[in-house]
T-cell receptor
Framework: AQTVTQSQPEMSVQEAETVTLSCTYD???????LFWYKQPPSRQMILVIR??????QNATENRFSVNFQKAAKSFSLKISDSQLGDAAMYFC??????????????FGKGTLLTVNP | KAGVTQTPRYLIKTRGQQVTLSCSPI?????VSWYQQTPGQGLQFLFE???????NKGNFPGRFSGRQFSNSRSEMNVSTLELGDSALYLC????????????FGPGTRLTVT
C-alpha cells in the first residue's frame, strides 16, 4: 500500500529565513505525482507545488522549491525567505493511477509550521 | 472564476441521524473528490465522482455515500451517524478525472453529539 510519512509534526522558522519540510513515501509505482498542500487556520487547502515523478528537474514556485529524490523516495519542501503568511499545516501528498479509473490522493499526517517574527 | 463551495459550513447532528453535505465545483470542473479530515486519522479519501459516476472509493463503511449531478455538483450522505464521524469534510474538484490539479473547498465541519 502507498504510504506518505512526514516525520516532523512541528517546525518553526524565523521570518526571512529558510526552512525545509521532509516527506518520504512508499510505492512500487514508477509513474506518479507528488504534491505539497498548505492548510492555514482557515482550513482552506491550497496547492503549493507539484512534481511529476518522470521529471528529473525539481519543481519551483517562487519561494517554494522541492528536492525530489526518486530512488530514495524522498520529497522535501524548501521555503525560502519565510513570511508570516506561510504559517500553516503543510501536507505532503501522493497520487497515482492504479489502473483504469482508479486515482486517489494519499496524504501524510502533516507538519505544523510556525513562523516567528 | 468562483472557487469550490461547500454547504453548510458547520453542522451539528446527534447520533443515529443522517446528514447530507453539498459541494459545488469550479465551473468547468467535472471531477469531485471527497475527503474526511480528523485529528487522529488525518486526511482520508472517501470517494471520487466523474460524469455522475463513482470512479473510486476509499475504505469507509457503506454508511458513507455520494452522488453527482449533471451539473457536476456533488452531495455526500452519511447515515446513522456515529460520534467518530465528527470531522472536517473536504471537497475537491478538478477538470477531469484523476488530474493532479485538485482545488479544495473550505470544508464542512460536522459535529456529532
Amino acid at each position: 500500500a502507498q504510504t506518505v510519512t512526514q516525520s516532523q509534526p512541528e517546525m518553526s522558522v524565523q521570518e526571512a529565513e529558510t526552512v525545509t519540510l521532509s516527506c518520504t513515501y512508499d510505492t512500487s509505482e514508477s509513474d506518479y505525482y507528488l504534491f505539497w498542500y498548505k492548510q492555514p487556520p482557515s482550513r482552506q487547502m491550497i496547492l503549493v507545488i507539484r512534481q511529476e515523478a518522470y521529471k528529473q528537474q525539481n519543481a519551483t514556485e517562487n519561494r517554494f522549491s522541492v528536492n525530489f529524490q526518486k530512488a530514495a523516495k524522498s520529497f522535501s519542501l524548501k521555503i525560502s525567505d519565510s513570511q508570516l503568511g506561510d504559517a500553516a499545516m503543510y501536507f505532503c501528498a501522493y497520487l497515482f493511477n492504479s489502473g483504469g479509473s482508479n486515482y486517489k490522493l494519499t496524504f501524510g499526517k502533516g507538519t505544523l509550521l510556525t513562523v516567528n517574527p | 472564476k468562483a472557487g469550490v463551495t461547500q454547504t453548510p459550513r458547520y453542522l451539528i447532528k446527534t447520533r443515529g441521524q443522517q446528514v447530507t453535505l453539498s459541494c459545488s465545483p469550479i465551473s468547468g470542473h467535472r471531477s469531485v473528490s471527497w475527503y474526511q479530515q480528523t485529528p487522529g486519522q488525518g486526511l482520508q479519501f472517501l470517494f471520487e465522482y466523474f460524469s455522475e459516476t463513482q470512479r473510486n472509493k476509499g475504505n469507509f463503511p457503506g454508511r458513507f455515500s455520494g452522488r453527482q449531478f449533471s451539473n457536476s455538483r456533488s452531495e455526500m450522505n452519511v447515515s446513522t451517524l456515529e460520534l467518530g464521524d465528527s470531522a472536517l469534510y473536504l471537497c475537491a474538484s478538478s477538470i477531469r478525472q484523476g488530474t493532479y490539479e485538485q482545488y479544495f473547498g473550505p470544508g464542512t465541519r460536522l459535529t456529532v453529539t
